[in-house]
């Protein structure tokens, strides 16, 4: 399988033409094993690419496919190539199998819906494309993937095409994605100049060899991010996440949890050689993360649909990755890559079983009381907001403490550093209140909903409980792979030693993170004392209270509530200042410039053909008349020189 790793893409897009083209045809069963067979077989045939890598690959070395060249032109060129390495490798089973997952839980949930052949192509489709993006060897060929998720994105969020703000959802994502992808395109375009490659290899090794000045070099990583804010949705392009929302929530919990948005964070930590050398690039980086990670921790807290919530928790925890690359821990940035694959997933598609039982009803003041009626996906729920909570030693506890504990410790701008870390932590506190406002408002309480959706109430059948069982098991396990430290256990940090050929000690350039014991104990004590003094908070406000705490606190502050709930009035703020200027500018060039350009075109048109037609009366082909014309000509110019 190492010399055919195209194969890997290649099954999840064969699954998409038969779907696509013949899903109508064959009916939801064939579909359904199409489906399911594509995504299983790309995570088996995966699996088994990386078991022939260990073998062959002791040093963990990289591994290239080299298919074909796609071009070579005025001395640059770049090659259609796959390649292995740690890094990929754990992209690489991330999306494979949480990919497996999500497929098997969809039967379940879209198999009363229309279009389901088309669901499960756009679906085929998206793997295909992410695969592209984590094999990629080169900026160019992973930009390819990284258009197909887009495009997949825009396909599957407004999958409900018949519903105006599903279509306007996905429109917004495709536009404001094509905002970021400007910026990659440009950082490209600066690699093609200055290096006359964009393999990753070789402009990271010309970098290194001090061929790259360091302004080129801070400019690339910058414009390199600006395309990561936009796949990843950090300010100021987080905006299309949240309405993603508004396609199916198995799309929800692939696309926008588990891979497509991490895309940004793995383009960036494949760029760490470029970034440790220009520290300038990395504290934009962790400050936007930080800023990204607590302004939407606050926008959550006053959320009332259960998959904004999650939305908003989503931007949140993607700003931690992003603290984690921009303060130089970058294996720990994957790390909450890797632990937020498992926990979010599982909370995405546990509010899917919530919304299932309650026939479609997305707002939790409808909710109440369903730990009784549907107890897999609560106990499966429960220990996903356990783990995002940061609650030891579930996974979210490792992977957010360690980014935390490496902001404060960062040696590249310690003075920011701990201010990143200090926005980092309060947007810690903010995660664990919030999740438990969720959870208390669903599964404690009294029912709220109608007496017809308390009467339908029912489990989830296994399609969807087995895949939240599977990723509720990693939710509490997945932290082990980089226990810290302070622990002292016989085996420490796994991912940290898998991940040091991508993220090498090169002298001369910055120095990885070195975190002392000291501090990384005192920055889990902190933040795991804020944790639990956020549950006791929720439980104190929302146990036996339901909405009534929202109420009181919306009576007592309702400027501050509803400036929440209403997203600090950003989209509107973009409304009002980007979109609504645009739209003046096109009605103006419309009807004032197009106005003035077709009349004076027409204008024009019209001239020629008056002259055409007024010509076109003397040249009558009668001799008579040309005769008669001359006759007149001679009796004039007699007349003129008489």
């Avoid at 939801?28 to 990386?50: K, R, Y």
């Avoid at 295909?128 to 990284?146: D, E």
């Avoid at 495709?174 to 490209?188: K, Q, Y």
């Avoid at 027409?602 to 005769?627: E, K, M, P, S």
Wanted: some cysteine; charged content about 10%.
């Amino acid at each position: 399988m190492l010399d055919k790793l195209w194969l890997i893409p290649l099954i999840p897009f064969a699954g998409f033409l038969l779907n696509g083209l013949f899903g109508k045809k064959i009916g939801n069963g064939l579909v359904t094993a199409v489906a399911l067979a594509a995504s299983g077989l790309t995570a088996m045939v995966s699996t088994l690419a990386v078991f022939q890598y260990l073998g062959a690959y002791p040093d963990h070395g990289r591994h290239l496919d080299r298919v074909y060249n796609w071009f070579t032109a005025g001395g640059i060129g770049t090659d259609v190539a796959f390649q292995l390495d740690p890094l990929s490798i754990v992209m690489l089973m991330v999306v494979t199998w949480v990919g497996f997952l999500i497929h098997l839980y969809s039967v379940g949930y879209m198999g009363e819906e229309d279009g389901y052949g088309r669901y499960f192509a756009y679906l085929n489709l998206f793997l295909s494309a992410m695969l592209i993006l984590v094999l990629g060897s080169s900026y160019l060929f992973i930009f390819v993937g990284w258009e197909g998720v887009g495009l997949c994105s825009y396909l599957l969020i407004g999958f409900y095409y018949d519903r105006d703000y599903a279509a306007a959802a996905g429109k917004k994502a495709f536009i404001v994605n094509r905002i970021g992808d400007f910026g990659f395109l440009i950082a490209m375009f600066l690699m093609f100049n200055y290096a006359g490659t964009v393999d990753f290899a070789g402009v990271q090794s010309m970098a290194a060899r001090g061929q790259l000045t360091p302004t080129v070099i801070t400019a690339i990583c910058l414009l390199l991010f600006l395309g990561a804010c936009g796949k990843s949705a950090q300010i100021p392009l987080y905006i299309w996440l949240p309405d993603a929302m508004a396609g199916p929530t198995p799309v929800s919990a692939l696309i926008h949890a588990a891979t497509m948005v991490t895309a940004g964070v793995y383009m960036l930590v494949r760029s760490n050689l470029l970034y440790r050398m220009s520290p300038s690039a990395m504290m934009v980086v962790a400050l936007i993360g930080g800023l990204t990670a607590l302004f939407s921790a606050t926008i959550a807290v006053a959320q009332n649909d259960i998959k904004k919530v999650l939305a908003y928790s989503t931007v949140s925890q993607l700003g931690f990755m992003f603290i984690g690359v921009g303060v130089g821990a970058f294996t720990s940035g994957i790390f909450h890559l890797v632990t937020h694959a498992f926990f979010k997933a599982c909370l995405f598609l546990g509010a899917g079983s919530v919304i299932h039982a309650m026939g479609g009803e997305q707002d939790m003041r409808k909710m109440g009381g369903l730990r009784k009626k549907i107890p897999t996906t609560f106990w499966t729920f429960t220990v996903a907001t356990i783990a995002i909570s940061g609650f030891p030693p579930f996974a979210g506890f490792f992977s957010k403490d360690e980014i935390l504990a490496s902001a404060f410790a960062t040696p590249y701008f310690p003075a920011v550093g701990k201010l990143v870390w200090l926005m980092g932590t309060v947007a810690a506190f903010f995660t664990a209140f919030y999740m438990f406002r969720l959870w208390y408002l669903t599964f404690t309480g009294d029912f709220r909903g109608t007496h017809e959706q308390e009467h339908h109430l029912h489990e989830s059948p296994w399609t969807m409980t087995f895949p939240l069982q599977v990723l509720a098991v990693l939710s509490i396990i997945g932290g082990f792979i980089g226990l810290p430290q302070m622990l002292h256990t016989p085996v420490t940090n796994l991912l940290e030693h898998w991940m040091q050929p991508v993220i090498p000690e090169i002298e001369g350039i910055g120095k990885l993170i070195e975190i002392p014991v000291g501090t990384e104990a005192t920055v889990a004590l902190v933040s795991t004392l804020l944790a639990a003094l956020a549950w006791y908070l929720a439980r104190q406000r929302y146990r036996g209270r339901g909405l009534a705490a929202d109420l009181a606190t919306e009576q007592s502050h309702p400027g501050l509530v509803h400036t929440l709930e209403n997203k600090y009035y950003v989209d509107e703020g973009y409304d009002a200042t980007v979109v609504t200027p645009l739209r003046q500018l096109s009605i103006f060039s419309w009807k004032v410039i197009d106005g003035i350009i077709d009349g004076t075109l027409g204008l024009v048109g019209y001239t020629v053909a008056a002259i055409g037609d007024l010509l076109r009366f003397f040249q009558t082909g009668n001799v008579r008349n040309y005769a008669l014309m001359l006759f007149g000509a001679v009796v004039i110019l007699m007349w003129v020189f008489a």
